[in-house]
């Protein structure tokens, strides 16, 4: 026996060498390739090795014979992602032309006269980009005032000048601020007569209309138009500046002076229903030459301050800033171009007459030269090629930039900005010059990438010890049970997509679009997958602690409204009742206990390191750590709802939130409060006065039964029912006086039902004899506890908060997300509490059951309005996670058969949607027929989602559809049909359909990586790296082999989860962990991949566009980050807390913490 020990142990032995030997080998050889073969698909090469490696690592035999445990796998694929990233920007730096020249702007001498900035006008000292064939034509002055002041005066053809400024809203970051014209609007009703110098000048505006009416001179002209569309383009065009001439008066007392004064919207107006809060705030402009400003006298710049010009509805930029490298006493001004032209620059282009020493060269000039002569042409902005002239030569090597001029010779590194001096064509004119700079992709960059992908490396390290020094987890790390199998495979999967997402996250920053957001999102990603990974890991360490804390805050605000309501009550944490019942640990366990700790300060010096490490080398990716705190705080939400629960019962894992439970609870009220919670948000982020109003009357009808019990007129619940009936009716009656928009019938129709409603509280109901007023002010009371027991005063404040701050804010889309995620957790509650109504029998049961199925739908509809194809790409993912957590094996007939009456209803809704009816087109006899039917294109279900206030989504959808089926018939309506939202939508939708297909249609290999240096084919910029990027970015340079192998990514996913219900189908729909663990990872995983086929497909134009980005590829998007990291750690934990069939159950089982 010893000798076959012997020989089994050196067998392994060599195995292990071989093993390792080989990897060594293989390193050795892709290094080599990628020095000498860089064109050859290394993406899809990658993606195959890393899911080869990973599909033979998760073999147990393997692990066994190399001796490695699921960590050592995990260890070993995070070191295969950091290659993969490290070697495919490799092969991106030494496959473009990474040199790139950027024109930065021009410098002038400030002392010796004003500098004149503008478009189209000759004599400018700066000359902005424009186009000669839209007319674009202004002009302003820059005069020094002071060391570093500016003034801008003599404007001339321009509408608006925006400066930055801050907000008391947004203290952190710095607006843009009108600082041109008189003010109309917000306190400033009218402008004077001697504002403009003209005594006959008068202009009003009054409150009349949605955004107001300009009255002059007795005549009057509407800032708003009752047709949609019409409106629409108005509103557009007040706020990029409007002449008085274009609007709709009945008579203009003077045409000529009308067409030089413009109007610009600078913030819109407040409304609450048809009770205005406060009008819209304009600033009218001259944009005649020698304009006067107002009141407020010319406007103030400083160096460094960014000024937006808008002229005829462009816009342009530019900022005012020092020469680099130039004293500061008498330097020159440089004006620095922002915004036409963008400083993006050119690749430079190599040339076999630059030498041998000489990497690329070209010619800077400011008029064109021959064509054999590889130059920029500098001809169409920057300085005056009338006074002067530039002709200077760039060379790059190793070490630099050589520019030689007319007159010297310079050298400067890659990266930095260099002023070229222009010759002038007399001596009176200042001194002027131009302002490059060459930027080298591999020059900096490689380091700064190594360093970024050093950092996300320690950051994944740092984070699995802070989760291993919980001692459950630790116990459990070398397990080969289904469940902690399943949950290493699906980090693991995990890793290969945050390295798919950074490898495409610095290809979009790095080369064309040069979109550094993409860069900036994918470290973001990881970021918060990191952090998730603790929050979740170590939910027991952290979370009864703010439990406590959230019970302390509660307890002196619930005396305003439901005393002795403070939210659960208290309760000693895990810890103290194991101090109490538990033995004094040995020296063993001491002894793990301070390795545990270790672990942990260990994992936490590392994190803090790399996150510091990170957010110095990349600042934009800190919105990563607020994304995280959204991530973290949708589970927070879902504890929140339970607050009748203990803390300690909500404080060992975070599947706690969702899977424990209090019999004294009703589930249907439970999740309803949850659900209307969820529907407020979702109002918030669209419509935040609108979601005020219900917590305000709720908290207000509290607040008036808590006051008017301590009358003695309104002792006994009947009267104060009554009380609070009469000031609910004012309420009402207040409400639609205000905002409905016919009082008189709305007025008439309350009374009416008040009395009908009087006349039934009024009668007794039930066995008690109680009358139904005494039984719903009973109700009322205990809505309120329930309420507030489940989501606590901390809650309902916060709520109102944030409320109020959203209504300031522009909403951030990641916030979507994050109710996106609490939607998800949502779906598996619903399972639970109609699994829970079921167990208890009845007829009755089952009707709430079906009901609580339902209610997560409702929601979905309620964001479908703001966003409806959202709602088409998650409503059978979360469909199937509510039915999973619900034992969808043992619904009974009556929910089955209600379950698919609202599965078949949506799916006609859809395929309405999706698929709709043209016959009314094609058989349109006329174009005024054919307008019409293309306006409201679709059949009687689409007809019914507009009625219900869906009108602009499904119009877009439809549209959308008939671009990738009939492209021809959209070219016709085009051609044919008349103002509507439809035709809106028809240019965009077949423009992106064209270049999706255009995009797509690549041979096996694609034009390699960063091979596409077209874009906009079609596919705009902005949504390349959205909801295009499968088509622009992995099928146009990888081809259909990258394509294939970026799904199969997608495909592993269902591959683990597959594997993993095989082997525990039968015991884990048994406990309600069970069937919520089972919702999470098959809902989890069905949220990520259904989506991102259907997308794929959308980029094949084989199903319409939604504008949703597919899961792990939004490379622009903080909401795919938080939604994918939410789902992703979710299903982690969900599997790694499960217990194993047979494992020893503790007392605090679900059931046991309720009397504890």
């Known amino acids: 026996m010893s000798r076959l020990g012997d020989k089994l142990r050196s067998r392994g032995v060599r195995v292990r060498l071989a093993f390792w030997a080989g990897i060594v080998a293989a390193v050795a050889i892709l290094v080599f390739l990628a020095r000498h073969r860089p064109s050859w698909p290394w993406f899809s090469l990658g993606l195959l090795a890393l899911l080869g ?43 473009q032309r990474s040199e790139r020249l950027e024109v930065r702007g021009v410098y002038f001498d400030p002392d010796h006269r004003p500098i004149r900035v503008g478009v189209g006008y000759p004599d400018l000292d700066v000359r902005l980009e424009g186009s000669p064939y839209q007319f674009d034509r202004w002009s302003l002055d820059l ?44 306190g400033s009703s009218s402008i004077q007569s001697e504002v403009y110098g003209d005594p006959g000048l008068g202009i009003q505006l009054t409150p009349e209309g949605k955004r107001g009416t300009l009255v002059w001179s007795g005549f009057r002209a509407g800032l708003s138009s009752p047709d949609v569309f019409l409106d629409r383009r108005l509103s557009r065009r007040l706020s990029q500046g409007i002449p008085l001439s274009d609007l709709g008066w009945d008579s203009l007392p003077d045409r000529d002076r009308a067409r030089e004064l413009v109007l610009t919207l600078t913030r819109p107006g407040r409304a609450f229903g048809r009770v205005r809060i406060s009008l819209p705030e304009y600033r009218l402009v001259e944009r005649s030459n020698g304009e006067s400003l107002g009141p407020d006298g010319p406007p103030l ?18 900022s005012t800033d020092r020469v680099p490298g130039v004293s500061r006493v008498a330097a020159p001004i440089a004006v620095q171009f922002v915004r036409r032209p963008r400083p993006t620059g050119w690749a430079l282009p190599s040339s076999e007459a630059c030498g041998d020493e000489t990497h690329r060269c070209a010619v800077v000039s400011t008029k064109a030269l021959p064509p054999p002569q590889a130059h920029f042409d500098l001809g169409g902005f920057g300085l005056d090629t009338a006074r002067y002239s530039l002709l200077a030569r760039l060379e790059t090597d190793r070490d630099g930039v050589r520019i030689i001029g007319a007159d010297e010779e310079a050298r400067f590194a890659y990266g930095a900005m260099q002023a070229i001096p222009a010759l002038p064509a007399s001596d009176d004119y200042p001194e002027a010059g131009v302002l490059v700079r060459v930027k080298r992709a591999a020059e900096g960059q490689q380091s700064a990438v190594l360093i970024t992908v050093f950092g996300l490396f320690v950051l994944i390290v740092g984070a699995l010890a802070t989760v291993s020094g919980d001692a459950a987890i630790w116990e459990r790390r070398k397990a080969t049970s289904p469940n902690m199998s399943a949950a290493w495979a699906f980090v693991n999967v995990f890793l290969i997509f945050l390295g798919l997402r950074l490898a495409l996250g610095l290809r979009v920053a790095y080369s064309p679009p040069f979109y550094d957001r993409a860069a900036a999102t994918a470290v973001g990603l990881w970021i918060t997958f990191a952090l998730m990974l603790v929050a979740l890991g170590r939910w027991s360490t952290w979370a009864p602690s703010f439990w406590r804390l959230i019970r302390w805050l509660e307890r002196p605000v619930s005396k305003l409204f439901l005393p002795g309501v403070n939210g659960s009550g208290a309760s000693k944490g895990r810890r103290g009742i194991d101090e109490l019942e538990g033995e004094t640990p040995d020296s063993e366990q001491l002894r793990d206990r301070r390795k545990a700790r270790l672990r942990t300060a260990l994992g936490l010096i590392l994190m803090l390191g790399s996150i510091g490490l990170l957010l110095w080398q990349r600042p934009e990716t800190a919105a990563s750590l607020v994304v995280a705190t959204a991530g973290i705080g ?20 975070p599947l706690d939130t969702l899977t424990t439970e209090d019999r004294r609870e009703n589930p249907a009220l439970s999740l309803a409060f949850a659900a209307g919670g969820s529907v407020v948000l979702a109002l918030a982020i669209h419509a935040p006065w609108m979601a005020l109003v219900p917590v305000t009357i709720l908290l207000g009808l509290l607040g008036a039964n808590r006051v008017l019990g301590r009358w003695k007129a309104f002792s006994s619940p009947v009267r104060l029912g009554w009380g609070l009936f009469m000031l609910g009716l004012v309420i009402l009656g207040t409400g639609i006086f205000a905002f409905f928009p016919w009082p008189g019938p709305g007025l008439g129709a309350l009374s009416g039902m008040a009395l009908v409603t009087v006349f039934l509280l009024r009668r007794p109901w039930g066995e008690e004899d109680r009358s139904l007023m005494e039984r719903s002010h009973a109700g009322l009371v205990a809505v309120g506890h329930a309420l507030f027991s489940g989501v606590g005063w901390v809650g309902v404040l916060s709520v109102l908060v944030i409320l109020v701050f959203l209504s300031a804010q522009a909403i951030p889309p990641f916030v979507r997300f994050a109710l996106v995620f609490i939607l998800f957790l949502l779906a598996i509650r619903a399972g639970l509490a109609c699994h829970r109504l079921l167990e208890r029998g009845g007829r009755r049961t089952q009707v709430q059951a079906l009901g609580v199925l339902v209610i997560p739908l409702g929601v979905l509809l309620v964001f479908m309005l703001f966003d409806f194809g959202l709602g088409l790409v998650f409503f059978v993912p979360m469909f199937l996670t509510v039915l999973l957590s619900a034992r969808i094996d043992r619904l009974p007939k009556v929910l089955v058969g209600g379950s698919v009456a609202v599965a ?93 297909r255009a995009y797509a249609a690549s041979d096996l290999t694609g034009t390699g990586f960063a091979g596409t240096a077209i874009l906009g084919r079609g596919v705009p910029a ?20 990258g394509g294939i192998c970026v799904l199969m990514v997608y495909l592993a996913l269902l591959v683990v989860v597959g594997a993993w219900i095989y082997r525990v189908h039968e015991t884990v729909q048994d406990t309600r962990a069970g069937l919520a663990v089972l919702a999470m990872t098959v809902g989890g995983v069905l949220w990520l991949t259904l989506p991102a086929i259907y997308v794929a497909a959308s980029n094949l134009a084989l199903v319409p566009l939604t504008g949703q980005n597919m899961p792990f590829l939004g490379l622009n998007s903080w909401a795919d980050v938080v939604l994918v990291s939410g789902l992703s750690t979710g299903i982690v934990f969900g599997l790694a807390a499960l217990k194993e069939p047979g494992a020893p159950a503790k007392e605090a089982e679900t059931g046991g913490r309720e009397g504890r």
């Open 53 to 95: 490696a990973l599909a033979v690592l998760s073999i147990p035999q393997v692990r066994r014979s190399l001796n490695l445990s699921w960590f050592g796998v995990t260890l070993l694929m995070l070191v295969g992602v950091s290659f993969f990233d490290l070697y495919l920007f490799h092969v991106e730096t030494h496959r």
């Open 301 to 318: 710049i400083s160096e460094g301050d960014t000024v937006w010009v808008t002229s005829r509805g462009k816009v342009w930029a530019f």
């Open 904 to 996: 078949a209803t949506i799916a006609v809704f859809a395929w309405s949607v999706l698929n709709p009816s043209v016959g009314g087109l094609r058989a349109a006899p006329d174009v005024p027929t054919f307008s019409e039917e293309f306006g409201s294109v679709g059949n009687a279900f689409t007809d019914l989602l507009r009625f219900a206030g869906m009108s602009g989504p499904v119009t877009r959808a439809s549209i959308r559809s008939i671009a990738a089926s009939d492209p021809e018939l959209l070219e016709e309506a085009l051609a044919f049909a008349g103002p509507s939202e439809a035709l809106f939508a028809a240019a965009p939708s077949r423009d992106q359909v064209w270049g999706g």
């Open 634 to 653: 949708a589970w927070l939400a879902m504890g929140l709802a339970r607050r009748r629960v203990s803390s300690d019962a909500r404080g060992e894992r």
């Open 1022 to 1041: 902005a949504v390349s790296y959205a909801e295009n990027t499968y088509s622009v970015y992995v099928l146009s340079e990888h081809g259909a082999l």
């Open 143 to 186: 005069r020094k005032v002071g060391a570093d002041e500016y003034v801008i005066d003599h404007l001339n053809q321009v509408s608006m000048v925006r400066l930055p400024g801050r907000v008391w809203w947004k203290p952190w970051s710095r607006s843009r601020k009108p600082a041109l014209g008189a003010t109309l609007g917000r």
